[in-house]
């Protein structure tokens, strides 16, 4: 998660940026020791506390695309692109792209699948993201398979939810179950470690029997819908997902009338005062209090669990129950499903992203080309009020096939600046981590033939 308080490092980084503006060349800025003329001599040491080494143009073309990845699919869904740039070390998002055959489709010999994309945006260690990425659509489908082709959504929508819930308390419950019988460092490593990091988590689910769409929210990752409308360079963007944050006021309300009384339930927009996402896998920080075990806690265990959250009274306050909402694709105008982790929306708003998207697809560099209706509808979306001091609106960059590398790399570019690019990828992990968070980006493109 990317905090508020973090914008004056960024906005010094910027700065920096501006004055580096058409230097190309790998390039080192070193404090220098001043030495004193003392006296007594004193051995020096050789100190150059190095700040930043401008990476050349290859090896930040190399960083940006080292982790892309593209798949194809004989489906209604033709292809989906996905890229990261971490900026933890190690990345502690992950993402999942899975495609299963809907044997209980009615259709005789169908072909019909069951396609499952997603992004876990981990916190506190990539643990919980981890975990998440290996086993989260097992349990999701072997929840919703019988149900799979209902036509009760609220059914189905509900099932979703338990399989979420009931993965988490296996998670937070059952790993501190075994924590507390077994208080030894392998139990906490095996069994343990995904409670205590955390991750926030958003899974598309598409069924090509009946072109629904379903997203499950859990967290503060979004997913936007970009359709193609009548008319040369029209575009739509929706916003299919809530960001659930102590920022969005209706989470604010459901948290608080779950603590009646309790000033800091949520506190300058945070729960607790500390957690910025809502709803969330792991962090049993927030859902468990485990003061009277920790006695029996070996240091080298202790060594890992987290002090307890100040004003901790009546646990849990976070919940991985997701935000669940259903949309019918029309594959005659919908054509880009882009999931992002908030990385890439704490630097481009949904209009920005509709525009690189038609950008890269006509390969037209001029985002004033396109006519872009932003739908809030049916779900009110709280714009990002980023710095816009740095937001030249230069045409785009266009150097990249993959559609989430091309995002990636223009939301880095502060609107079309090649050097913020280089800037933004020349910090060394985890010290980046003061200035952008890790990106994780998949687009996946519907087939309108």
Not at 2 to 14: A, G, M
Not at 75 to 85: E, G
Not at 332 to 346: C, M, N, P, Q, T
Request: net charge neutral; hydrophobic share 35%; proline share 4%.
């Amino acid at each position: 998660m990317f905090s508020k308080n973090i914008f004056c490092n960024r906005n010094k980084l910027l700065l920096a940026a501006t004055a580096l503006a058409g230097i190309s060349t790998t390039t080192a800025y070193n404090y220098k020791q001043i030495q004193n003329d003392n006296s007594i001599k004193q051995p020096q040491k050789q100190q150059a506390n190095e700040l930043l080494s401008i990476l050349p143009k290859l090896e930040v073309d190399t960083k940006l695309t080292k982790l892309q990845q593209s798949y194809k699919f004989d489906s209604k869904i033709k292809r989906v692109d996905i890229t990261q740039l971490p900026s933890n070390n190690p990345i502690e998002d992950c993402h999942i792209e899975s495609v299963l055959n809907n044997d209980s489709a009615n259709t005789p010999d169908s072909n019909e699948k069951i396609m499952l994309f997603g992004i876990m945006d981990g916190h506190s260690g990539g643990h919980t993201s981890s975990y998440l990425q290996k086993n989260l659509v097992s349990k999701v489908i072997s929840k919703l398979y019988p149900i799979i082709n209902d036509e009760d959504l609220n059914s189905f929508n509900s099932t979703l939810k338990d399989a979420f819930v009931e993965l988490d308390n296996h998670i937070v419950i059952d790993g501190f179950k075994n924590l507390i019988r077994s208080p030894n460092r392998d139990t906490l490593f095996k069994t343990t470690m995904p409670a205590i990091s955390g991750s926030c988590c958003l899974l598309t689910i598409f069924n090509t029997q009946n072109n629904i769409l379903t997203v499950a929210q859990t967290g503060d990752s979004r997913a936007i819908l970009i359709s193609k409308e009548e008319g040369e360079n029209n575009y739509s963007v929706k916003q299919l997902s809530r960001d659930l944050t102590g920022d969005n006021l209706e989470e604010v309300e459901r948290i608080k009338k779950l603590h009646p009384n309790e000033e800091y339930a949520v506190y300058r927009g945070r729960v607790l005062g500390s957690l910025q996402p809502s709803r969330a896998f792991g962090d049993y920080r927030y859902k468990l209090d485990i003061s009277k075990h920790l006695g029996n806690f070996p240091p080298d265990v202790k060594m890992f669990l987290r002090r307890q959250p100040k004003n901790l009274l009546t646990p849990p306050y976070v919940t991985a129950e997701p935000d669940v909402m259903n949309y019918k694709i029309d594959l005659k105008k919908d054509k880009y499903l882009v999931i992002a982790s908030d990385g890439l929306f704490e630097l481009l708003n949904n209009d920005d992203i509709a525009r690189l998207v038609a950008q890269w697809e006509t390969q037209k560099v001029q985002r004033d080309l396109f006519k872009v209706d932003v739908i809030d509808e049916p779900i009110k979306q709280d714009r990002f009020n980023y710095d816009s001091r740095y937001k030249t609106n230069l045409p785009c960059i266009l150097k990249d096939e993959n559609l989430a590398t091309h995002l990636t790399r223009n939301a880095l570019s502060f609107g079309g600046q090649e050097e913020f690019v280089d800037l933004m990828c020349s910090l060394k992990e985890p010290g980046s981590r003061k200035y952008r968070d890790d990106l994780t980006v998949q687009v996946i493109f519907f087939n309108d033939e």
